[in-house]
T-cell receptor, first 117, second 111 residues
């Protein structure tokens, strides 16, 4: 099973460039999310989606866009990259995101290390 | 708002027990989790506890939950060098579609 697949693994951008981080899951999960991981700050939620066509903001949404046109895919777009967006980005999915089907652990991708110069 | 706090570092000797502590603020959390992150990898669920439980044991792992103080702990018995990793405490916020993570505790195991 592939689980959650993220691409690319590494990316270097110049300030002002745009790019899309890709995320796909093959577990038919309704819930998908994007986190960023920064030293000493843990994981902070950027955006999440509870199903195709439905997205919402997390703790740190500014500078990022998302869309969910299919159940499987949840891309994260950086519109105009800034050095403050240098981070490790994780995509994660779970069955519904609410716990109604049990503990509903998050399944994580392996991460994208992004540097903005 | 919701917040999860945990200490950043813990160092133990191989064979000793490790105890990692966490406090959280949302009393309506349904599930509380411990995730493990090894270098260069994503997070993987280590164990979890439902909010109406006080304790859960799973082989070398013991989770204790004190709902009154909003305190969660993870005890790893007979800690091995392979347990060296970052451990994240997390809570699933009821009705909020959010899992909130702490900053992570980096566990060093000395041989």
């Amino acid at each position: 099973n592939a689980g959650v697949t993220q691409t690319p693994k590494f990316q270097v951008l110049k300030t002002g460039q745009s790019m899309t981080l890709q995320c796909a899951q093959d577990m038919n999960h309704e819930y998908m999310s994007w986190y960023r991981q920064d030293p000493g700050m843990g994981l902070r939620l950027i955006h999440y989606s509870v199903g195709a066509g439905i997205t919402d903001q997390g703790e740190v949404p500014n500078g990022y866009n998302v869309s969910r046109s299919t159940t499987e895919d949840f891309p994260l777009r950086l519109l105009s990259a800034a050095p403050s967006q240098t981070s490790v980005y994780f995509c994660a999915s779970s069955y519904s995101g609410t716990g109604r089907m049990g503990n509903e652990k998050l399944f994580f991708g392996s991460g994208t290390q992004l540097s903005v110069l | 708002g919701e917040d999860v706090e945990q200490s950043l570092f813990l160092s133990v000797r191989e064979g000793d027990s490790s105890v990692i502590n966490c406090t959280y603020t949302d009393s309506s959390s349904t599930y509380l989790y411990w995730y493990k992150q090894e270098p260069g990898a994503g997070l993987q669920l280590l164990t979890y506890i439902f909010s109406n439980m006080d304790m859960k044991q799973d082989q070398r792992l013991t989770v204790l939950l004190n709902k009154k103080d909003k305190h969660l702990s993870l005890r790893i018995a007979d800690t091995q060098t392979g347990d060296s990793a970052i451990y994240f405490c997390a809570e699933l916020v009821a009705g909020g579609f959010k899992t909130i993570f702490g900053a992570g505790t980096r566990l060093f195991v000395k041989a």
